[in-house]
């Protein structure tokens, strides 16, 4: 079996499934009623502005979708290598011509197109939010980046989980209390040792955000130098929240696919002790006469 055809059956099994319809249209049909019930609700006979109606369901549908997708995505690679072994089929991917790096992308590719399929879906309903005004093109284009960067750093974690893991429950338990660790302990190191959050104006953002998604996304709304949340400093270069939260994560994710690649292969521990013996010098016996 070569990566195309793992990634074509992968891709074929996951999309055929009656699951991933019903998945699709609940996802849609969430976002639509709470979009419908906050326009019902806030309409300009009870003082709200167009403008403000607009940047209101913008708000709302991109914390919706941010926690619909940290919610869905581990489901769909957290079973991906430990599944295989449940259903005693690994063994046949391990004797074909895949490497281990291509097995593993496989599995991250396929899952991730679930992931990404709903963040697609998606986009007509964020248009609309065009129609009241009070929100431009970039800001929804680099929240969709920071969409895709989360959709991917949750769906390698499952999939680093596992490979790590034997138990398909645990490894699916273990990614999502990552996604809810991962969101709320910034807060709460905020809140316990008394930091001021990084909601002043020109105000450097305190170096435990630097990789949650909820600041990357509140960084998305408002553009420009009177932006209410501060920025990072590297090297004497200023860069946004979100921008920063792209390229931590991005790194983090290579680190965790690369554990993946090493943990997929059989007795991971033996075979790094065997290349730490032939790093090792020999020792140089010397002859004595």
């Known amino acids: 079996m070569t990566f195309a055809a793992l990634l074509t059956k992968e891709l074929r099994l996951r999309l055929r499934r009656e699951r991933t319809i019903w998945v699709l249209i609940s996802y849609l049909l969430v976002m639509t009623l709470l979009g419908f019930l906050f326009i019902s609700r806030n309409n300009p006979s009870n003082g709200y502005t167009v403008s403000t109606l607009g940047y209101g369901l913008y708000t709302l549908l991109v914390f919706v979708q941010l926690s619909l997708i940290m919610f869905i995505t581990p489901a769909f ?3 991906s290598i430990n599944g295989e072994k449940e259903r005693q089929t690994f063994d046949l991917l391990l ?16 899952g991730l197109a679930n992931a990404f399929l709903l963040i697609a879906a998606s986009i ?7 129609f009241f005004g009070g929100v431009g093109p970039a800001q929804v284009l680099q929240t969709t980046l920071v969409f895709i960067v989360t959709a991917i750093v949750v769906g390698t974690f499952g999939l680093f989980c596992s490979t790590l893991l034997k138990r398909p429950p ?19 190191l905020s809140f316990l040792l008394q930091l001021n959050v990084p909601f002043n104006n020109n105000a450097q953002a305190t170096l435990i955000f ?8 509140i960084s998305t709304f408002t553009l420009g130098p009177g932006s209410p ?7 004497g270069t200023s860069l946004a929240p979100w921008i920063t939260f792209i390229i931590i994560n991005l790194l983090l994710t290579i680190v ?18 065997r290349l730490m013996e032939k790093r090792r010098p020999k020792d140089k016996v010397v002859a004595t006469t």
């Open 170 to 188: 645990v490894s699916t338990a273990i990614a999502y209390m990552f996604c809810i660790m991962w969101v709320i302990t910034p807060w709460l």
């Open 95 to 110: 004797c074909s011509r895949l490497s281990a790096f291509e097995l593993v992308a496989g599995k991250l590719v396929a």
């Open 229 to 235: 949340l501060g920025s990072y400093s590297f090297y």
């Open 124 to 130: 007509p309903l964020f248009s609309l939010v065009f």
């Open 256 to 273: 965790l696919l690369l554990l993946s690649v090493w943990l997929v292969k059989p007795n991971p521990i033996g075979r790094l002790s």
């Open 210 to 217: 630097i990789g949650n998604p909820i600041l990357a996304m």
């Open 77 to 79: 690679t957290t079973t």
